[in-house]
C-alpha cells in the first residue's frame, strides 16, 4: 500500500507539463483513496478487536482512527463510486496480456514473478468484465424503459 500511495504522490508532483498524463494520476489517485482508506479501516477495526474492551479506552485512540478512516471512505467522493469509476475505465483501456507460461516456475525469478502478476491482471480482468456486463445489461434495459416512457 505505500508503494502504491508514494507512486501515486511522486506522480501528482511531477506531471508532465503538457497535461497528457492528468487522466492517468487521476484514475490512480481514485483508486489509491479508496484503498488506503479501506485498508485503514479494516486494519482499525481488527486492531481494537484483537485488544478487548481495552480497545475501547480513548487512551489507546483506536476512535480517532476509527474516525479518520470513516472520514477517507466518504471525503473527496465516495469510495464505491470512485472505484466503479476506475473500474470502468480500466475495462475499457486494459488489453490482455499475450502470455507463455514458463516451463517450469522458479519464484526466484524475476520474469516469472512477472508472468504471474499478468496472469493475475489477465484473471481480474476477466473477473471483472463478467461482473460489469450485469450491469450494462441493467443499463440498457434501463435506458430502453427510459425511452418508452418518455
Ligand atoms: C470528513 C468529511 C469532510 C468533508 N469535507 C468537505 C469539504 O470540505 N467541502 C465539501 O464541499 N464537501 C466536503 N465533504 C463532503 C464530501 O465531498 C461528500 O460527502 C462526498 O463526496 C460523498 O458524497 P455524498 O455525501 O453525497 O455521498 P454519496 O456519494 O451520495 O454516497 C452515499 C452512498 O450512496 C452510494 N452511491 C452513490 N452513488 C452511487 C452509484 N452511482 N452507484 C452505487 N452506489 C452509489 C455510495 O456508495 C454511498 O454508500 C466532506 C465529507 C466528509 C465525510
Redesign the pocket.
Known sequence: MTFGLNKVKRSWAAQLEDGSDHQNVVRMCCAIKPMSAWHLNKTVTASRERCGGQGYLSANRFGEFFGSA????????????LM?KVAKEHLSMFKPHQLSAPEALDLANIDHIAYLLMKRENEQYDLLRNKMKKAVVFTQVFKLFGFFVS
Open positions: 470513516h472520514a477517507g471512505m466518504t471525503a473527496e467522493g465516495d469510495n464505491s463510486v466503479q
